[in-house]
C-alpha cells in the first residue's frame, strides 16, 4: 500500500481539463511543500512535471499547473492532448527519516 | 544535459545481493543529490534512498537494514547494493538525480529475484 493515496484513473476527452489528487498526511503532503508530480508513458522512465507543489522544470508546457490544499495536493492538466495519455505519480517529502515517498499513480486516460 | 545509465545483473537467486550501478554522463556528479527508487512490475514507485556526492546516504526505513548506497566521484558513478534479496525485490530500478524531487532519470534496468 502507497504512503499517498490517488485515484486509479482519470480521463478527459481532447481539448478539456482533468485534475488529480493526491492524499497524504499531515507528515508529508500536509507539512511540506515538496510535492512533485512524474509522468510515465509505458516502458519508459517516470519524468518530472511539477516540483515543490506548483514549480514547472523548463520544458513541461503550462497546459500541467500543481496545487495544494491541507493534506491533498493536485495535479491539472489542461487542454487535453493526446500524449498526455500515461501514468501520473505523485511524490512528498516525508521528513528527515523518510524523505521520499510516493503515490499509487493514476492512469489518465484521453478519450 | 546529464544522463544516467543503470549497469548490472538482471536475474539473481533469492538471498544473493543485488549490485547496480549508475553512470553519470554529460555532468558532474558532484553538488548534487543522487537516489536509487525500484518499480515492481505493473506497480507504483518505492523510493529506496539517496547519496550526496560527499558520502552522507539516507535510506527508506523498510529497507535501511538491507541496503548500501556508495559513491566514486572520479568515475562519476554511484552504486547501490541490496542484500538477502527475495522475489518482492523484482522491479526496475532506476536511479535518478535529486533528493525529494528527481528531475533526471535513467531509462531503468529489470532485476528479476528467482530460483
Known amino acids: 500500500q502507497s504512503a499517498l493515496t490517488q485515484p486509479p484513473s482519470a480521463s478527459g476527452s481532447p481539448g478539456q481539463s482533468v485534475t488529480i489528487s493526491c492524499t497524504g498526511t499531515s507528515s508529508d503532503v500536509g507539512d511540506y511543500n515538496y510535492v512533485s508530480w512524474y509522468q510515465q508513458h509505458p516502458g519508459k522512465a517516470p519524468k518530472l512535471m511539477i516540483y515543490e507543489v506548483s514549480k514547472r522544470p523548463s520544458g513541461v508546457p503550462d497546459r500541467f499547473s500543481g496545487s495544494k490544499s491541507g493534506n491533498t495536493a493536485s495535479l491539472t492538466v489542461s487542454g487535453l492532448q493526446a500524449e498526455d495519455e500515461a501514468d501520473y505519480y505523485c511524490?512528498?517529502?516525508?521528513?528527515?527519516?523518510?524523505?521520499?515517498?510516493f503515490g499509487g499513480g493514476t492512469k489518465l486516460t484521453v478519450l | 544535459q546529464v544522463q544516467l545509465q543503470e549497469s548490472g545483473p538482471g536475474l539473481l537467486k533469492p538471498s544473493e545481493t543485488l549490485s547496480l550501478t549508475c553512470t553519470v554522463s554529460g555532468g558532474s556528479i558532484s553538488s548534487y543529490y543522487w537516489s536509487w527508487i525500484r518499480q515492481p512490475p505493473g506497480k507504483g514507485l518505492e523510493w529506496i534512498g539517496y547519496i550526496y556526492y560527499s558520502g552522507s546516504t539516507k535510506y527508506n526505513p523498510s529497507l535501511k537494514s538491507r541496503v548500501t548506497i556508495s559513491v566514486d566521484t572520479s568515475k562519476n558513478q554511484f552504486s547501490l547494493k541490496l542484500n538477502s534479496v527475495t522475489a518482492a525485490d523484482t522491479a526496475v530500478y532506476y536511479c535518478?538525480?535529486?533528493?525529494?524531487?528527481?528531475?533526471?532519470w535513467g531509462q531503468g534496468t529489470l532485476v528479476t529475484v528467482s530460483s
Open positions: 511524490g512528498s517529502y516525508a521528513g528527515s527519516d523518510n524523505l521520499g515517498v
Open positions: 535518478a538525480r535529486g533528493r525529494s524531487s528527481w528531475n533526471q
